[in-house]
């Protein structure tokens, strides 16, 4: 495991990069807005995207780095992720990217796909709604990615659960918004996933 800082405009974002022997894909993976990269869904998928043959990097956000709890706003967020897979890029030497992350990370992830040129992205605890709010949905940023998609997502989450749609698929596990109570689930789900998508490509 190595721990790079990566400067973006908004300030160093860190990656914590976890490499597969011949890797073939790089898969970035970004934190909630109340967590960190030590979350265990996002150890359990650096844990798959490893057994898969593909490069795993932690991505913390400048906020989180300058010692802050507030989340950024959602600009600056996607502006600081596309700086650092704009590097990552360039330290794998243009391999395929994967972009992902859980709850906010994975908004990130998916509002920046198109400009990052991803080949697929990884939601872990896709936060669909508000708690309580359902008609306040976020739907609309899942269905605007183009590319293959995963949602791992907690049965019981209150965040809610995002339809299916023609380029994502949704697969529910045992667990709340934690997504910590079937670990083995989103490692397989997760291996299973990037397995599948990758192949083409490799």
Request: proline share 8%.
């Amino acid at each position: 495991m190595t721990r790079i800082e990566i400067p973006t405009p908004h300030g160093p974002a860190m990656a914590e990069l976890h490499c597969a022997p011949d890797g073939e894909a790089v898969l970035m993976l970004g934190h909630g807005a109340g967590g960190g990269i030590e979350a265990k869904d996002l150890v359990a998928a650096t844990r798959a995207g490893q057994a898969a043959g593909v490069h795993v990097a932690l991505v913390e956000q400048p906020y989180r780095v300058a010692g802050r709890r507030a989340p950024a706003p959602a600009k600056q967020l996607d502006t600081a992720w596309l700086a650092v897979a704009e590097e990552l890029c360039d330290r794998f030497d243009d391999l395929p990217m994967v972009f992902g992350g859980r709850s906010s990370g994975a908004r990130v992830a998916c509002r920046t796909a198109a400009a990052g040129q991803a080949v697929a992205v990884l939601c872990l605890a896709f936060p669909e709604h508000p708690p309580g709010r359902p008609e306040t949905s976020r739907q609309a940023e899942l269905d605007a990615v183009e590319v293959p998609t995963l949602v791992v997502q907690g049965e019981t989450d209150a965040f809610g659960c995002p339809k299916p749609g023609p380029h994502h698929e949704v697969v529910v596990v045992r667990g709340t918004h934690a997504l910590d109570a079937d670990l083995e689930a989103v490692y397989r789900t997760v291996h299973e996933w990037l397995a599948k998508v990758l192949r083409p490509l490799t």
